[in-house]
């Protein structure tokens, strides 16, 4: 450790320390407009210059690089480093007078107008002070190393390598985000962001992806880090105190043996760019639910807020139901949520906005408990609803009143008259249709799909929540469009069969097994390749096949192969079937 | 009378049979020619049951099983095909119209294709006659006149 | 006490069941000390006279080979059965068809066309064929009625027994005089009725030495296309050997030569179609899931019905083409 004094006051620092450093422990302020703790000092702005005595020797050194050493004294308020630092900031202030930090700092030193003029003069108020932040930042942060400085003296700017957008640049906006004057801007031109589930998708490269999730921790997305695009930053781990930030994480494939499986793979929404009539894609302000519900999370891209896309809060807001379900040229089957969330959405956007709201809906079904008390509460706060399939959704070109909304046209069914709505937004309720590897999913647990394409039942009433596949439960959208309560309802029950089986601690299979006869098997081993599940084995010692009862499924496949008619297939024997045969053709 | 074909199937459980269900349920009308048998997969209908349908009596035999890649037990519908497949050309050899058997892969979820096959087949089936195999093979039986060319 | 009567008769087959009697070598002394032979139109003159001239059930044991080709066959297998206490339907056209009954894979027309008119040395420009009965100057000559179709002896008659094989194999058909003479010497009780004598009730592939894996079928050879590995299953080298689906009893004998078993000793215990169950095993192992590559895989196959059928047409659950 370090012993030094700091205009008059003791302190102990360790050794490496910067004066600047021990005088920020002590509660000395040193002005400075270049130092950054992300990077190295720069000692560029020269602001932080000190006065450096040691026994009768005296010297004026920059405090942001200038390390400790024992038993010095360092002065920064004498009337040499005041002259010095007065005259500094009258440079700075003469050359830009109007940018803000530079006027602050004028300020906090005194400093009123400067004696003197600059060549260079900048009066623009978000003018590059050329204090090297960006620089740094690139360069020992990011680690992309694409701005640099060019030409000496009075000359010098910040400048891009020859002078043009780099593609080394990740456009991670580190530059911008320390620039202190707001000369370098993140221009976003579009902030449909990375996850192609949700096009409104999380704000920054480290973030908790669910606030309900279980466990609720950060993830770092990959795609848009700053560390595995170039190697660099690794700010995060350096302020995470308990240092559990961790880069070499990777994916793992875990096998887990289970007995059980529960299948909740969920759904896709409808791709509502498939009816080109609404505009979805091409028109902005034309949402799904799904990007309306981020919109309107407190975790979302306008933390909640109801907004366009050019940033102002809708006047008027138009919900369509029903796209892509109930529509023969899409899906034939009722979605079941929409109608409920849509009434939610409305009631929220009542609650935040002062739009004007419109539902337009072809059947309102608001089936569940407290549903419909919900939809008549809905009623009485003024949401407008209009039975109606809406024709088409377009945007006003022209100049006036309406001039860049977009006009919803439909047929109000009870009024009997062709509708156009101007609105600001526009919410689709898109159907819920069965995720796009379902077929994938569903061979590999040996289960069905219905004509709607979602999992099969075992049975539609009597045993939903189980399939074709012993040990294979599905709840949920997988199954089926449900909304919470009945998927929750759903789930708890092949949870419920789960644990039977478990507590029961044996399993009770289906009597229909091959087994096979010794006293007629003579080993010719066709069978034994034809079995999925490996249950037939070649006896050596006694030259002849055998069936394993438990891995047994009762395909019958090698009791139909069989030469030797040696495999007999319980429930479908031979006999069976051909007294099947004759009972059916008897007449 | 008319010629009502009798054709027997063979459907696997999974697939076709709960798919003939389906067609049943959801009221979608269907030849009542086909004479349905339930097997576990259709890699366990035996030729020697195809063969045994046709001396019974059927006209036209019917297998239904899942779709490739589909299959409950991961491939028997392919050992079906196999055997469909020498069998068509042994039938050739017996003098039965191959097109008298028939393999679809029909799932769970294809009612309506259920329906559409039946209804096709049966159709077809009918326009092929009778195969009255009993019949026609006893008719053959020794007769006292001789061929004269 | 007088000696059982034995009588041995010769349908439409080849007579190389015949043959397999006498290859029982020194073993006939016994059969000719024990039975009293009545009735061997091969080996002994005798006439049907003689035969019809018997009391029913007089004849105590009767071997009948051949199948059922026209009507003088189908005439002498009811004589005999009505004069004969045991009938048995020796080898395998009387059991179930063989070779002969192949030819209900056509026609009685195709069949006469082919032999009285077609056949390079065939000479006959008026183009008879034979009547059953044809009037000369002397009065009317009879020969028998050529049959639609070939039928098994069973199929004609109640049969009581059955030797299979094309021919029985001599050892086996051996130790069956042998059970019979010790039966009857000693008033044992007969096997129940239907049993297969002189065979076994496992398949071919219980008696075969080679060594099998488990079936994968790309590639089909004929005989005569490879080099069968001696020591190696038949059926896994891509050569069609039909003793998974045939009765043991034979002892191996074709594939112990290097040659394919062909099925005559006939469906083992519990198969009723010995030629569907063959080919179901067949192209079950078939190593292929394309339509395409299948139907290429089946078309070496060459005469599946000949190949899967060759002995037992007759007794299979068709029986014949339908022409």
């Given at each position: 450790?370090?012993?030094?004094?700091?205009?008059?006051?003791?302190?102990?620092?360790?050794?490496?320390?910067?004066?600047?450093?021990?005088?920020?422990?002590?509660?000395?302020?040193?002005?400075?407009?270049?130092?950054?703790?992300?990077?190295?000092?720069?000692?560029?702005?020269?602001?932080?210059?000190?006065?450096?005595?040691?026994?009768?020797?005296?010297?004026?050194?920059?405090?942001?690089?200038?390390?400790?050493?024992?038993?010095?004294?360092?002065?920064?308020?004498?009337e040499?480093?005041?002259?010095?630092?007065?005259?500094?900031?009258?440079?700075?202030?003469?050359?830009?007078?109007?940018?803000?930090?530079?006027?602050?700092?004028?300020?906090?030193?005194?400093?009123?107008?400067?004696?003197?003029?600059?060549?260079?003069?900048?009066?623009?108020?978000?003018?590059?002070?050329?204090?090297?932040?960006?620089?740094?930042?690139?360069?020992?942060?990011?680690?992309?190393?694409?701005?640099?400085?060019?030409y000496?003296?009075?000359?010098?700017?910040?400048?891009?390598?020859?002078?043009?957008?780099?593609?080394?640049?990740?456009?991670?906006?580190?530059?911008?985000?320390?620039?202190?004057?707001?000369?370098?801007?993140?221009?976003?031109?579009?902030?449909?962001?990375?996850?192609?589930?949700?096009?409104?998708?999380?704000?920054?490269?480290?973030?908790?992806?669910?606030?309900?999730?279980?466990?609720?921790?950060?993830?770092?997305?990959?795609?848009?880090?700053?560390?595995?695009?170039?190697?660099?930053?690794?700010?995060?781990?350096?302020?995470?105190?308990?240092?559990?930030?961790?880069?070499?994480?990777?994916?793992?494939?875990?096998e887990?043996?289970?007995?059980?499986?529960?299948?909740?793979?969920?759904?896709?929404?409808?791709?509502?760019?498939?009816?080109?009539?609404?505009?979805?894609?091409?028109?902005?302000?034309?949402?799904?639910?799904?990007?309306?519900?981020?919109?309107?999370?407190?975790?979302?891209?306008?933390?909640?807020?109801?907004?366009?896309?050019?940033?102002?809060?809708?006047?008027?807001?138009?919900?369509?139901?029903?796209?892509?379900?109930?529509d023969?040229?899409?899906?034939?089957?009722?979605?079941?949520?929409?109608?409920?969330?849509?009434?939610?959405?409305?009631?929220?956007?009542?609650?935040?906005?002062?739009?004007?709201?419109?539902?337009?809906?072809?059947?309102?079904?608001?089936?569940?408990?407290?549903?419909?008390?919900f939809?008549?509460?809905?009623?009485?706060?003024?949401?407008?609803?209009?039975?109606?399939?809406?024709?088409?959704v377009?945007?006003?070109?022209?100049?006036?009143?309406?001039?860049?909304?977009?006009?919803?046209?439909?047929?109000?069914?009870?009024a009997?008259?062709?509708?156009?709505?101007?609105?600001d937004?526009?919410?689709?309720?898109?159907?819920?249709?069965?995720?796009?590897?379902?077929?994938a999913?569903?061979?590999?647990?040996?289960?069905?799909?219905?004509?709607?394409?979602?999992?099969?039942?075992?049975?539609?009433k009597?045993?939903?929540?189980?399939?074709?596949?012993?040990?294979?439960?599905?709840?949920?959208?997988?199954?089926?469009?449900?909304?919470?309560?009945?998927?929750?309802?759903?789930?708890?029950?092949?949870?419920?069969?789960?644990?039977?089986?478990?507590?029961?601690?044996?399993?009770?299979?289906?009597?229909?097994?091959?087994?096979?006869?010794?006293?007629?098997?003579?080993?010719?081993?066709?069978?034994?390749?034809?079995?999925?599940?490996?249950?037939?084995?070649?006896?050596?010692?006694?030259?002849?096949?055998?069936?394993?009862?438990?891995l047994?499924?009762?395909?019958?496949?090698?009791?139909?192969?069989?030469?030797?008619?040696?495999?007999?297939?319980?429930?479908?024997?031979?006999?069976?079937?051909?007294?099947?045969?004759?009972?059916?053709?008897?007449? | 009378?008319?010629?009502?074909?009798?054709?027997?199937?063979?459907?696997?459980?999974?697939?076709?049979?709960?798919?003939?269900?389906?067609?049943?349920?959801?009221?979608?009308?269907?030849?009542?020619?086909?004479?349905?048998i339930?097997?576990?997969?259709?890699?366990?209908?035996?030729?020697?049951?195809?063969?045994?349908?046709?001396?019974?009596?059927?006209?036209?035999?019917?297998?239904?099983?899942?779709?490739?890649?589909?299959?409950?037990?991961?491939?028997?519908?392919?050992?079906?095909?196999?055997?469909?497949?020498?069998?068509?050309?042994?039938?050739?050899?017996?003098?039965?119209?191959?097109?008298?058997?028939?393999?679809?892969?029909?799932?769970?979820?294809?009612?309506?294709?259920?329906?559409?096959?039946?209804?096709?087949?049966t159709?077809?089936?009918?326009?092929?006659?009778?195969?009255?195999?009993?019949?026609?093979?006893?008719?053959?039986?020794?007769?006292?006149?001789?061929?004269?060319? | 006490?007088?000696?059982?009567k034995?009588?041995?008769?010769?349908?439409?087959?080849?007579?190389?069941?015949?043959?397999?009697?006498?290859?029982?070598?020194?073993?006939?002394?016994?059969?000719?000390?024990?039975?009293?032979?009545?009735?061997?139109?091969?080996?002994?003159?005798?006439?049907?006279?003689?035969?019809?001239a018997?009391?029913?059930?007089?004849?105590?044991?009767?071997?009948?080979?051949?199948?059922?080709?026209?009507?003088?066959?189908?005439?002498?297998?009811?004589?005999?059965?009505?004069?004969?206490?045991?009938?048995?339907?020796?080898?395998?056209?009387?059991?179930?068809?063989?070779?002969?009954?192949?030819?209900?894979?056509?026609?009685?027309e195709e069949?006469?066309?082919?032999?009285y008119?077609?056949?390079?040395?065939?000479?006959?420009?008026?183009?008879?064929?034979?009547?059953?009965?044809?009037?000369?100057?002397?009065?009317?000559?009879?020969?028998?009625?050529?049959?639609?179709?070939?039928?098994?002896?069973?199929?004609?008659?109640?049969?009581?027994?059955?030797?299979?094989?094309c021919?029985?194999?001599?050892?086996q058909?051996?130790?069956?005089?042998?059970?019979?003479?010790?039966?009857?010497?000693?008033?044992?009780?007969?096997?129940?009725?239907?049993?297969?004598?002189?065979?076994?009730?496992?398949?071919?592939?219980?008696?075969?030495?080679?060594?099998?894996?488990?079936?994968?079928?790309?590639?089909?050879?004929?005989?005569?296309?490879?080099?069968?590995?001696?020591?190696?299953?038949?059926?896994?080298?891509?050569?069609?050997?039909?003793?998974?689906?045939?009765?043991?009893?034979?002892?191996?004998?074709?594939?112990?030569a290097?040659?394919?078993?062909?099925?005559c000793?006939?469906?083992?215990?519990?198969?009723?179609d010995?030629?569907?169950?063959m080919?179901?095993?067949?192209?079950?192992?078939?190593?292929?899931?394309?339509?395409a590559?299948?139907?290429?895989?089946?078309?070496?196959?060459?005469?599946p019905?000949?190949?899967?059928?060759?002995?037992?047409?007759?007794?299979?659950?068709?029986?014949?083409?339908?022409?």
């Amino acid at each position: 450790m370090i012993t030094l004094k700091i205009d008059g006051i003791e302190v102990q620092v360790p050794e490496e320390t910067t004066v600047l450093k021990a005088a920020e422990k002590v509660g000395v302020w040193i002005p400075t407009m270049c130092h950054n703790d992300l990077f190295e000092p720069y000692a560029v702005c020269r602001l932080c210059s000190v006065e450096v005595v040691r026994g009768k020797r005296s010297r004026v050194v920059t405090a942001c690089n200038y390390p400790v050493s024992e038993g010095i004294e360092v002065l920064t308020d004498s009337e040499n480093i005041r002259w010095i630092r007065k005259f500094l900031m009258e440079l700075i202030l003469s050359r830009w007078p109007n940018v803000k930090v530079v006027k602050e700092m004028a300020e906090k030193l005194n400093v009123g107008k400067p004696r003197y003029e600059s060549l260079e003069k900048d009066e623009a108020e978000d003018a590059c002070i050329l204090c090297g932040q960006c620089v740094n930042v690139c360069r020992e942060v990011v680690q992309a190393n694409v701005i640099g400085f060019s030409y000496r003296g009075i000359k010098r700017e910040v400048v891009l390598p020859l002078g043009e957008q780099s593609d080394k640049c990740i456009v991670c906006g580190a530059c911008a985000l320390v620039c202190p004057t707001g000369h370098i801007k993140m221009v976003i031109e579009d902030y449909k962001g990375k996850k192609p589930e949700f096009t409104l998708g999380p704000k920054t490269s480290i973030y908790v992806p669910t606030m309900q999730g279980i466990p609720r921790v950060p993830v770092i997305d990959a795609e848009s880090c700053i560390h595995f695009k170039t190697g660099g930053c690794e700010v995060c781990a350096k302020v995470c105190e308990p240092h559990a930030v961790n880069y070499d994480m990777k994916d793992e494939i875990v096998e887990i043996d289970v007995g059980q499986i529960l299948l909740s793979t969920g759904y896709d929404i409808f791709d509502a760019s498939k009816m080109t009539q609404f505009g979805y894609g091409r028109l902005n302000d034309v949402y799904s639910s799904l990007e309306f519900e981020m919109m309107l999370s407190s975790m979302g891209p306008t933390s909640g807020k109801v907004l366009t896309k050019d940033g102002k809060e809708p006047r008027s807001i138009g919900i369509v139901h029903c796209v892509g379900s109930r529509d023969t040229n899409h899906h034939p089957y009722c979605s079941r949520v929409c109608c409920m969330y849509a009434l939610k959405f409305a009631h929220l956007v009542c609650d935040r906005t002062d739009a004007e709201i419109y539902q337009f809906y072809i059947d309102m079904r608001a089936f569940g408990k407290g549903y419909e008390e919900f939809y008549v509460r809905i009623l009485d706060e003024g949401v407008k609803v209009i039975r109606g399939k809406v024709a088409e959704v377009s945007e006003v070109t022209s100049s006036g009143e309406y001039k860049n909304q977009l006009i919803i046209r439909c047929e109000d069914t009870l009024a009997g008259k062709i509708l156009e709505v101007p609105v600001d937004m526009v919410i689709l309720c898109n159907a819920i249709e069965p995720r796009k590897d379902i077929d994938a999913v569903r061979r590999l647990f040996s289960i069905s799909k219905s004509p709607d394409g979602f999992f099969l039942e075992r049975h539609p009433k009597l045993d939903p929540t189980s399939t074709m596949s012993d040990g294979i439960y599905i709840a949920g959208c997988a199954q089926g469009p449900k909304d919470i309560p009945d998927t929750v309802a759903q789930a708890s029950s092949a949870a419920a069969r789960i644990l039977s089986y478990i507590s029961k601690g044996e399993v009770e299979i289906d009597p229909v097994r091959a087994w096979i006869d010794d006293k007629y098997c003579a080993g010719c081993r066709i069978c034994n390749n034809l079995c999925p599940y490996t249950a037939i084995d070649f006896i050596e010692e006694k030259k002849i096949s055998q069936i394993n009862d438990v891995l047994c499924k009762g395909c019958g496949t090698c009791v139909a192969a069989c030469p030797a008619s040696a495999i007999t297939g319980k429930g479908f024997s031979d006999a069976q079937i051909v007294a099947e045969l004759e009972g059916l053709l008897a007449i | 009378m008319e010629f009502e074909p009798r054709i027997i199937a063979f459907f696997c459980n999974w697939c076709t049979y709960t798919g003939a269900d389906l067609a049943g349920v959801s009221r979608l009308k269907s030849p009542a020619n086909i004479r349905v048998i339930r097997t576990m997969c259709s890699g366990r209908v035996d030729p020697t049951f195809i063969l045994k349908a046709f001396e019974l009596g059927a006209d036209g035999i019917l297998i239904g099983g899942c779709h490739p890649g589909d299959c409950h037990y991961s491939e028997g519908n392919y050992k079906a095909l196999r055997r469909v497949h020498l069998l068509r050309k042994m039938l050739q050899s017996f003098g039965i119209d191959e097109k008298r058997l028939r393999l679809e892969w029909i799932s769970a979820s294809e009612g309506d294709v259920y329906q559409h096959v039946a209804t096709e087949f049966t159709a077809q089936i009918r326009s092929l006659g009778p195969l009255n195999w009993k019949q026609r093979f006893e008719q053959k039986e020794p007769k006292e006149q001789l061929i004269a060319v | 006490m007088a000696k059982p009567k034995l009588a041995l008769y010769w349908a439409a087959s080849c007579g190389g069941c015949e043959v397999a009697v006498l290859d029982i070598e020194v073993k006939i002394l016994d059969v000719a000390a024990f039975f009293d032979i009545i009735f061997w139109p091969c080996a002994t003159d005798f006439k049907y006279k003689d035969v019809e001239a018997m009391p029913d059930k007089s004849i105590t044991l009767c071997l009948f080979n051949g199948s059922i080709r026209n009507s003088e066959n189908e005439k002498l297998a009811k004589l005999l059965r009505a004069k004969s206490v045991v009938l048995v339907a020796f080898g395998s056209c009387a059991h179930e068809g063989c070779i002969p009954a192949l030819a209900n894979l056509t026609t009685k027309e195709e069949i006469f066309k082919t032999v009285y008119l077609d056949t390079v040395s065939t000479y006959n420009p008026e183009k008879r064929f034979p009547q059953p009965i044809t009037k000369i100057k002397e009065g009317e000559i009879e020969i028998p009625v050529f049959y639609e179709r070939v039928k098994a002896l069973d199929q004609v008659v109640d049969v009581d027994y059955y030797i299979p094989g094309c021919p029985p194999q001599s050892t086996q058909v051996a130790a069956v005089i042998e059970a019979v003479i010790d039966i009857l010497q000693n008033g044992k009780p007969l096997p129940p009725k239907g049993t297969i004598l002189g065979a076994g009730d496992k398949t071919c592939c219980d008696e075969c030495p080679r060594t099998r894996e488990e079936k994968k079928i790309k590639h089909f050879y004929r005989p005569h296309e490879i080099f069968a590995d001696p020591n190696k299953c038949l059926l896994d080298q891509g050569i069609i050997c039909l003793g998974p689906a045939t009765r043991s009893g034979c002892g191996a004998l074709c594939v112990k030569a290097n040659v394919p078993c062909r099925g005559c000793y006939g469906a083992p215990p519990n198969v009723h179609d010995q030629g569907a169950k063959m080919m179901s095993a067949i192209s079950s192992v078939i190593d292929a899931q394309d339509p395409a590559e299948i139907d290429k895989i089946i078309q070496e196959i060459v005469d599946p019905v000949g190949t899967f059928y060759r002995f037992s047409l007759a007794h299979s659950t068709l029986k014949g083409a339908n022409l």
